[in-house]
């Protein structure tokens, strides 16, 4: 009669246990802050979380226009991007085992082809939803027909809804590839490599902007 050999489950809260199950664990954390908007003590504390904050009305009372929306920034937008940066990372985790695995598995690449091929395909699926949201940005909010709202008053501290969500979720997914070397196991050199592809460039730009100012 052969010997089976137990599998050992990792302790709970430790490395192994937190690489494997981090797509359930920061699941579990941003369903609590949506359960937070179900309770009204709560919900005003959640919602900093999930909707864009600094929201200011302009009404021309001369010229008796209808009223125009934009949104400032500040530290509240701190906790806006951190709530997407959780779902970026459960983004992350779903291509990666529905899409990626079953296609590497088909493949049969090296495993230093499928770190790359991993890299790349995430990549690929950023930048392809980036592509049609940024577009569909520039012709929803005029930029198309005039160009000018590019770079006039730039920096710019008042945006259109759909600019500043676009920027929150751009600083998000960058902000996550953080945590998601610490998941993946990544090498020094290659950590020190993707550092340089994440929000440091947009917090130094940010800095730029506020020295400017």
């Not at 226009?65 to 940066?85: R, V, W």
Request: glycine fraction near 4%; proline fraction near 3%.
């Amino acid at each position: 009669m052969g010997l089976r050999k137990k599998s050992k489950n990792p302790a709970v809260f430790s490395h192994e246990f937190v690489i494997q199950n981090h797509a359930d664990i920061v699941s579990c954390i941003a369903m609590v802050i949506l359960l937070g908007l179900m309770f009204e003590v709560t919900a005003k504390f959640a919602i900093m979380f999930i909707t864009v904050q600094y929201n200011v009305t302009y009404i021309n009372i001369d010229e008796g226009t209808d009223s125009i929306s934009f949104y400032e920034y500040g530290f509240k937008d701190l906790a806006t991007i951190f709530f997407y940066m959780l779902i970026a990372i459960i983004l992350h985790a779903v291509i990666q085992e529905y899409i990626l695995d079953k296609i590497n598995r088909r493949l049969h690449l090296s495993k230093t082809k499928h770190s790359k091929f991993n890299e790349s395909g995430q990549l690929a699926f950023f930048y392809l939803f980036s592509f049609i949201w940024g577009g569909s940005i520039l012709t929803g909010e005029k930029f198309t027909t005039d160009p000018t709202l590019l770079w006039e008053r730039y920096p710019h501290s008042r945006m259109f809804f759909q600019v500043k969500f676009f920027y929150i979720c751009q600083i998000a997914y960058w902000l996550h590839a953080l945590p998601e070397l610490y998941f993946q196991k990544v090498r020094k050199p290659f950590s020190l490599e993707m550092l340089n592809k994440t929000g440091f460039p947009y917090l130094s730009d940010a800095q730029n902007n506020q020295e400017k100012q």
